[in-house]
Antibody, heavy 120, light 107 residues
Framework: QVTLKESGPALVKPTQTLTLTCTFSGFSLSTSAMRVSWIRQPPGKALEWLARIDWDDDKFYSSSLKTRLTISKDTSKNQVVLTMTNMDPVDTATYYC????????????WGQGTLVTVSS | DIQMTQSPSSVSASVGDRVTISCRASQGISSWLAWYQQKPGKAPKLLIYAASSLQSGVPSRFSGSGSGTDFTLTISSLQPEDFATYYCQQASSFPYTFGQGTKLEIK
């Protein structure tokens, strides 16, 4: 059974760095073709893809946010970590991690999401 | 970046109706398209991948079609649990992008 769960601070101040952790089970990121992404959704708005990390440590980022994002993995802990620097109130959103399916580069399993509010 | 445009933005329908939602890509994406359903306060759920493949466990009243730039999600006979927001997503090239969503409401 595949599960993912996001964790991190619910509130961050403007200019601070956000660190989110995705802890998953039911698959291994050391297995060929396994990939995990981060996606966010501001309140009442659409989904926005942020980053992806692959089993072979390839990394891909949103073009508009790539200077602020870093994605990494700890295979031994079954975790993927996303850091976002210089947080702004417009970054207030629910942040999801999701596994990418082997068959079609779609997101087949999602975490429950974690709401991050940026406010002083 | 590839822009994904959904239409309509919202639609009202009744239980039993047939509903179609469209998604257009700003450039060709072959069949690298997925559809998701999202209910309030919940994570999105994968319905369709590779434009027309039904995800395991998803009812057969959901179907997807299209390739290139124009895609369609069809719900053949709406059930009460289908009222939600639907998103398309392209996986042809980075960055992955989503449509703005279509809210399906009860008439």
């Amino acid at each position: 059974q595949v599960t993912l769960k996001e964790s991190g601070p619910a509130l961050v101040k403007p200019t601070q760095t956000l660190t989110l952790t995705c802890t998953f089970s039911g698959f291994s990121l050391s297995t060929s073709a396994m990939r995990v992404s981060w996606i966010r959704q501001p309140p009442g708005k659409a989904l926005e893809w942020l980053a992806r990390i692959d089993w072979d440590d390839d990394k891909f980022y949103s073009s508009s946010l790539k200077t602020r994002l870093t994605i990494s993995k700890d295979t031994s802990k079954n975790q993927v970590v996303l850091t976002m620097t210089n947080m702004d109130p417009v970054d207030t959103a629910t942040y999801y991690c999701a596994r990418i399916s082997v068959s079609g580069y779609s997101f087949d399993y999602w975490g429950q999401g974690t709401l991050v509010t940026v406010s002083s | 970046d590839i822009q994904m445009t959904q239409s309509p933005s919202s639609v009202s329908a009744s239980v039993g109706d047939r509903v179609t939602i469209s998604c257009r890509a700003s450039q060709g994406i072959s069949s690298w398209l997925a559809w998701y359903q999202q209910k309030p306060g919940k994570a999105p759920k994968l319905l369709i991948y590779a434009a027309s493949s039904l995800q395991s466990g998803v009812p057969s009243r959901f179907s997807g079609s299209g390739s290139g730039t124009d895609f369609t999600l069809t719900i053949s006979s709406l059930q009460p649990e289908d009222f939600a927001t639907y998103y398309c997503q392209q996986a042809s090239s980075f960055p992955y992008t989503f449509g703005q969503g279509t809210k399906l409401e009860i008439k």
